[in-house]
Structure formats: structure tokens, C-alpha cells
């Protein structure tokens, strides 16, 4: 539940810097999909767990990749 409630607040940061601010933030946008995906790992029932771990390993290969990307290239990420 807590994953969902981040994802959330983190969606409604991106459409404000997005929207209102003309700022379009990629890293606020991956964070919350991230963070979506590992909320819904915790939604399913015991039964699929394979479904589960599949999804809590997406969440954190997808957020390692948002670290390689600024470490590595940070222009792509903070265009300004």
C-alpha cells in the first residue's frame, strides 16, 4: 500500500513540474512506475509469488537503471 502512495505523490510531482512549471521530470516518472511495480507485488495473493517476484524484480532492475543513468549520463535526465 505504501509503494502505491509514493507512486501516487511521485506521479502528482510529475505532472506539476511537468504541467504547471513546463519542467518535464524523466526521473520522477521511472521513480513512480518503480514504485508501482513493486506496490503491486504486494496486492497479489500467495499463490503467485512467481508473478510477485517477477514484478519486485522489474521495480528494482528499472530503479538500478535509473541510478546507472545518473551516474552515467546525466544529460539525459537533467536537460536544462
Same mark, same amino acid.
Given at each position: 500500500? #505504501?509503494? $502505491?502512495?509514493i507512486s =501516487? $505523490?511521485? *506521479?502528482?510531482?510529475? +505532472?506539476?513540474?511537468?504541467? !504547471?512549471?513546463?519542467? &518535464?521530470? =524523466?526521473? !520522477? *516518472? #521511472?521513480? %513512480? +512506475?518503480? $514504485?508501482?511495480?513493486?506496490?503491486?507485488?504486494? $496486492?497479489?495473493?500467495?499463490?503467485?509469488?512467481?508473478? %510477485?517476484?517477477? =514484478?519486485? +524484480?522489474?521495480? #528494482? *532492475?528499472? !530503479? #538500478?537503471?535509473?541510478? %546507472? =543513468?545518473?551516474?552515467? %549520463? &546525466?544529460?539525459?535526465?537533467?536537460?536544462?
Amino acid at each position: 500500500m #505504501i509503494q $502505491f502512495t509514493i507512486s =501516487l $505523490f511521485l *506521479l502528482v510531482f510529475y +505532472v506539476y513540474y511537468g504541467i !504547471l512549471l513546463d519542467v &518535464p521530470s =524523466l526521473n !520522477l *516518472l #521511472i521513480m %513512480a +512506475v518503480g $514504485f508501482a511495480l513493486a506496490g503491486a507485488a504486494e $496486492f497479489l495473493p500467495t499463490e503467485r509469488r512467481r508473478t %510477485a517476484g517477477v =514484478l519486485r +524484480v522489474s521495480a #528494482i *532492475l528499472l !530503479l #538500478i537503471g535509473l541510478l %546507472a =543513468l545518473i551516474v552515467f %549520463a &546525466p544529460e539525459i535526465l537533467f536537460r536544462g
